[in-house]
């Protein structure tokens, strides 16, 4: 939830000057990539628009990130942002070593900015629902995981 509000504020018909578009801002070739490497059927391209696809693929996609980053959230919520190559990049020449008591290193500044407010909105759904918890299921927390099971 906190990387949607920070994304799109709920309003799932914005879009960015950059081509993402809906709830998680998704950029239409990493939902074409999410489709051509059959994580998807090709139906879901023209749907993605609507929220609760928009949601799926974003979720699967913030799994993903979890799971390339060995379950780093801090280093997904960069990536979603700034892409998972250029994050792998800084944490392989130890520009940013992907700890959240790090983040003034993360070398771009919207980044950096990015991750601050997701977390801020994520520690404040935290206040509201205690129940997030902030262990390894930080996937469930942080995404939403209650869409992983639609079948649009």
Known sequence: MAIIRVESNFNPEVSSHKGAFGLMQLMPDTARWMVDDGHFDSHFLDRLEEPAVNIHMGSWYIGQLLRQFDDNPVAAIAAYNAGPGRVAEWIEENEWDGDV????????????????????????????????????????????????????
């Open 101 to 152: 008591r790090n983040l003034e290193d993360i070398p771009y500044g919207e980044t950096r900015h990015y991750v601050q407010r997701v977390l801020y909105y994520y520690r404040k759904y935290k206040e509201v629902h205690p129940e997030i918890q902030s262990n390894t299921s930080s996937s469930v927390a942080l995404t939403g995981e209650a869409f992983t099971n639609f079948s649009g």
